[in-house]
T-cell receptor, first 114, second 110 residues
Framework: DVKVTQSSRYLVKRTGEKVFLECVQDMDHENMFWYRQDPGLGLRLIYFSYDVKMKEKGDIPEGYSVSREKKERFSLILESASTNQTSMYLC?????????????FGPGTRLLVL | EDQVTQSPEALRLQEGESSSLNCSYTVSGLRGLFWYRQDPGKGPEFLFTLYSAGEEKEKERLKATLTKKESFLHITAPKPEDSATYLCAVQPSGNTPLVFGKGTRLSVIA
């Protein structure tokens, strides 16, 4: 079974703090993704990576950066957290960067920025 | 622009009352359509992938079908444990990420 884990289930941070969200997958997947999910807006893609040290912007990259130093680990960084970044953050991975590849999701991190 | 629309937004069923959820899409060449289930506060759980019109897949009380413009998730004799949000996503042609719909929130009442 594919397993995608996220470093925290719940996180509370203050405005202006630097926040790291980590995601690890154990299935040797090539691709990894970061989404945020908000009521009424659905899932929105922030960044994705199809190889180590590679990254691509998604639909809403502003205010975020990512790091992929190892194949199994993909980090999302909020350089200076703001209240509008309060959200559910979901990491996903898929085997190959090829059409029709199923994405598998982690359990999510609910971030509250005060 | 690639788009996925799910309907209804919310659906309330009595236990045993069969129904269908709809996912309509406009994409530049469909390469795959995915259904996920999401429980409150958790990540989406993969259910099905459909690749071509006419394809069907089943799992317990769920059956997914695909046409050239839409997919249906049929729920037969649902139980309260089927209550969840069901998400549909499509992968357009080329190496592009999935496009997700906003989901249908299903409640099954005993």
């Amino acid at each position: 079974d594919v397993k995608v884990t996220q470093s925290s289930r719940y996180l509370v941070k203050r405005t202006g703090e630097k926040v790291f969200l980590e995601c690890v997958q154990d299935m040797d997947h090539e691709n990894m993704f970061w989404y945020r999910q908000d009521p009424g807006l659905g899932l929105r893609l922030i960044y994705f990576s199809y190889d180590v040290k590679m990254k691509e912007k998604g639909d809403i990259p502003e205010g975020y950066s990512v790091s992929r130093e190892k194949k199994e680990r993909f980090s999302l960084i909020l350089e200076s957290a703001s209240t509008n970044q309060t959200s559910m953050y979901l990491c996903a991975s898929s085997l190959l960067y090829r059409v029709g590849e199923t994405q598998y999701f982690g359990p999510g991190t609910r971030l509250l920025v005060l | 622009e690639d788009q996925v629309t799910q309907s209804p937004e919310a659906l309330r069923l009595q236990e045993g009352e069969s129904s269908s959820l709809n996912c309509s899409y406009t994409v530049s060449g469909l390469r795959g359509l995915f259904w996920y289930r999401q429980d409150p506060g958790k990540g989406p759980e993969f259910l099905f992938t459909l690749y071509s019109a006419g394809e069907e897949k089943e799992k317990e009380r769920l059956k997914a079908t695909l046409t050239k413009k839409e997919s249906f998730l049929h729920i037969t004799a649902p139980k309260p444990e089927d209550s969840a949000t069901y998400l549909c996503a499509v992968q357009p042609s080329g190496n592009t990420p999935l496009v997700f719909g906003k989901g249908t929130r299903l409640s099954v009442i005993a």
